[in-house]
């Protein structure tokens, strides 16, 4: 019974190996292949890529693109904020029951615009260009009281943006004091 059964897989698994390369399953992937698959961004901007955005064309962006999940600023649907609400600073040291938004919580800009191309908008993620990507992050960035209207966010600038959270976390790679480095 065991061997029957084996053997139809040995044969359906054949058959699916054939069909596969025929049609270049496995093929050694190009580089622009790889480049096409390779979008972390690191937190301190890091594979950032080119492109640019600004706050107008980030807000035009988001009404088109989020406002299906997502209240805009000084929008009042409760259904939506419990999807994931965006807007706010507010202190979350010391304080429970705090919503984490993007001003109160996230301690890179660079993990905003990586999230955000990465999964974003939820029906089409990564089906924006990487300018729109840094303007809904401009927008987003504006509307949390981290930037000011008029600037502009590239791989240059995004990095060199100071959130407010950006002390409320741990570092999971400390510096090691001189005292307890190895010696040569």
Sequence with gaps: MYLHKFLIIAVLMGASLAN?????????????????????VFPDGEFLP???????AGRELFEYNCTLC?????ENDPVKDEIGKLFGVDDKRGRTNLQQTIGSYWPYPTTVFDYIRRAMPLIAPMSLTNSDYYSLTAY??????????DEI????????????????????????????KAKD
């Design 20 to 40: 596969a390369q025929q049609s270049r399953f496995g093929a050694p992937a190009t580089q622009e292949d790889i480049d096409k698959s390779f979008w972390t």
């Design 50 to 56: 080119d492109g640019e955005g600004n706050v107008a």
């Design 70 to 74: 997502h209240n805009m600023p000084g």
């Design 140 to 149: 987003l960035l504006y509307e949390n009281g981290v930037i000011g209207e």
């Design 153 to 180: 966010m590239n791989k240059d600038t995004l990095p060199k943006v100071q959130m407010p959270n950006r002390d409320g976390f741990i570092n999971a790679y400390p510096e090691v004091p001189e005292k307890y």
